[in-house]
């Protein structure tokens, strides 16, 4: 091995990141596109996960990389953070558990996202790497990290001002969305239909990785209930912790529409650049469709996402139809609908403002960040 592979080789990092039901799967999988961006500049990387239903661990490993799972836990001992829940077995134990593949990983670098790990988290580790990085999009918490990533449109850096230590960077706002490669390299051809379409013919809905309450059939039994015609084609992407499929199934096989279910796709982006609308939640696929100026009716389907839908309605860049919780999405869903077939040109208006926010070059930026930071 030369002195430059020797290098390469020397580099790893160590992500600590967790899906769930609960959970979700975002986080996971932004910390997928950032493991690939980093695999690039000759890094070695280990996930640490803990085992729970919809976990992801095996999708992480089919992607290529090691996985280190932690022990199976329950139940969480502390309540002292607002998503305290997520982190099974809690703070103190969560620590110890990561501080021993710490120790034997020795890596150059550790990402977090865990809504559960804060300033508690970190204490609890005997030794930490000296470079530490924390993605976040809530800002409720104390993150000791040398460089934080949130993406959150319209995020003010000031919200973290007392939550980061002074010598921390904070890269904020959309210029610093996570993306695949993927969404930039469709942006200009999607960019190109929107200018053109007239009329909905194909609709991909996507409403998160799990969607535990299945908002994705509801959808779907709107949808056959509308106004929108018979020879739309419905493309339906669910992830591989979704726990309906079956009965999904059998609804999409009484569809007045042609539709299809693809489960856990790799080509979201081709996907979505053909589709003339998207149903889908407001969670961190929200900037995928907006870099691609995909017209969205938008789902608010967990407590953290509202801030993003906020966003993204008032700016006229997606239409908010759910929010859990709250409004019915029978009724939103078919009067967004309506007006969009009735209107096209707000279409162009919708596409417009998303792809103004997110230009799919935030990847490149949070790495050469990473790369200052080293």
């Known amino acids: 091995m030369d002195e430059k592979s ?14 769930g039901i609960n959970i979700g799967s975002g986080h996971v999988m932004r910390c997928l596109t950032l493991a690939d961006a980093l695999v690039l500049e000759g890094f070695e990387i280990c996930f640490i996960c803990r085992p729970q239903t919809g976990d992801l661990i095996t999708l992480i490993s089919e992607r290529g990389y090691r996985v280190e799972a932690l022990s199976i836990q329950s139940e969480t001992p502390d309540s002292h953070l607002a998503h305290s829940a997520w982190l099974y077995g809690g703070h103190v134990l969560d620590a110890q558990e990561t501080q021993v593949i710490i120790d034997r990983e020795q890596p150059t670098l550790l990402v977090v996202d865990h809504y559960g790990i804060d300033q508690r988290w970190f204490d609890a580790l005997t030794q930490c790497p000296s470079n530490v990085i924390a993605l976040d999009d809530l ?35 959309a210029p610093y969305c996570l993306l695949r490669n993927e969404f930039l390299q469709w942006r200009e051809l999607s960019l190109q239909r929107r200018q053109r379409v007239t009329d909905i013919e194909r609709i991909v809905v996507s409403l998160g990785g799990v969607d535990a309450t299945n908002v994705t059939a509801t959808v779907l039994t709107e949808l056959e209930g509308s106004n929108l015609a018979s020879g739309c084609q419905i493309d339906i992407l669910v992830g591989s912790a979704y726990p309906h499929l079956h009965g999904l199934q059998q609804q999409v096989n009484q569809s007045r529409f042609t539709v299809s279910v693809a489960v856990a796709v790799t080509n979201v982006a081709e996907r979505l650049a053909h589709a003339d609308l998207a149903i889908g939640a407001a969670g961190s696929s929200a900037w995928e469709r907006c870099c691609l100026g995909v017209p969205t009716l938008m789902c608010v389907l967990a407590e953290n996402q509202a801030a993003i839908a906020t966003v993204l309605k008032n700016r006229q860049a997606a239409i908010l139809v759910y929010c859990r919780g709250s409004e019915a999405v029978g009724r939103s869903l078919q009067s967004a609908l309506a007006h969009c077939i009735e209107q096209p040109q707000y279409l162009e208006l919708l596409s417009q403002n998303a792809a103004n926010l997110v230009d799919g070059r935030g990847t490149v930026r949070v790495i050469e960040a990473i790369k200052g930071l080293l």
Do not use: F, N
């Open 139 to 173: 800002a409720d918490r104390k993150l000791p990290c040398d460089l934080l990533v949130d993406p959150t449109v319209g995020r003010s850096i000031d919200m973290y001002k007392h939550l980061l230590p002074a010598q921390s960077e904070a890269l904020v706002g």
């Open 6 to 19: 020797d290098a390469k080789a020397m580099k790893r990092a160590v992500i600590r990141a967790d899906a």
